[in-house]
């Protein structure tokens, strides 16, 4: 069995790495652009979908759906139709507030931005945070042609101020707000004479539609921003987002303090696994297998897009990978290969203790947790267990166990769903963390080591200790 990666980065320099990530990372678009970014350093080649692939013994690949999904793999030395894929699995996305389509709002004195909601968040610590705004631009270009542009305003552009405890004594009783009439960010004061200005400048250059739909205030930035003309802007997805940087906390720097934690935590330690990965000398020469990392969009609100989990994204590109072979490579490819379904866990609270098992409290610091569920929210069996409990325990790397009270409802993963869908083998694991879903959430500073390693560990050991595991 071969051991864990010799050249693993030091630990202060992974999780410096990791807070450049996190702070470069403000949409799922960015945070694709990042693990490109990173890709592209280590030899991985971009493919398209939609050309045909010529993929060589030993070659490093990637390539994007919607710029907000991306799969990169590996192909094993001794590769052959037929043989495993090892997958580790996550999610690009979080639920913050988005731009809606028209999003132009004025009154008593303020310009405002409609926005609505995705995915399932601790809405109320959305207000009195400072944010910016994040995600993509559709631009006209000259020659006709339209493409695909990151835009990031960071700075405190956009405001949910609460209301005043004395316009409301019982606020400290139970917050409660409309998510429709509350959560309206205010832009700007409308200023009468810049106002005019702006609508000038916005109408003579942007097209109808667009200043119609948005406030010409915001249109101008955006433009100022990608330094375009506004009337090249054609349609745009925006994530409204805390400009307050991801940083280190605690009297011993050992939490991580961020947003969007859930997912790109396990994002981040999936391709960086993969990274590590194919420095393990002769490593990659000897694997029998594709080592593969899928980072899917949506899955804060079900999966279901063209670029989710529940879309034929990983059941298309496992076909392809088989292409060439005799007629029932694909079939026998899925029954050999496996799935780490990473998304992150709830560590234990200190004030609210009570809310977990008493035998299942999983704490930051100690190791990426296995999820399991009787009722299969999540996908892991005892023989998906059983695979990375032992790699972990052979590479000595600290593993927790977690399953959720009888009476408390269960979040769910996209393990479950493509486990299903594919018949793939699969475990849902993930790191610890406190106030999943909050604009500003707490993670474990080293479990970002704890689950690098293991990662790298599973792509580089996965396809040997299958062939001891006889069940089918
Ligand atoms: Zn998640």
Redesign the pocket.
Known sequence: MATRSASATSAGARISDFLRFLRSSPSPFHAVHQCRVRLAEHGFKELKERDSWKLTSGGRYYFTRNQSSIVAFVVGGHFRPGNGVSIVA??TD?PCLKVKPVSKREKNGYIQVGAQLYGGGLWHTWFDRDLGLAGRVLVENEDGTYTHHLVQVDKPILRVPSLAIHLERGANDAFKFNAETHLTPILSLVNQKLNATAEKSATSTTPVSEAARHSSVLVNLLAKQLDVDAAQLRDMELCLYDVQPATLGGAEDELVLSARL??LY?SYCAIEGLIDSIDFPGGVEADENIRLVALFDN??VGSKSAYGADSALLESTLRRLQAGGHETAFEESVQKSYMVSA??AHAVHPNYAEKHEENHRPQMNRGVVIKRNANQRYATTSVTGLVLRELARKHDIPLQEFVVRNDSPC?S?IGPLLSAKLGLRTIDV?CPQLA?HSIRETGGAHDVKHAVCLFDVFFNNFAKLDQSIQVD
């Open positions: 996550a999610h979080s859930d997912n396990m899955e804060e998304d992150m979040g993963t993930g999943m």
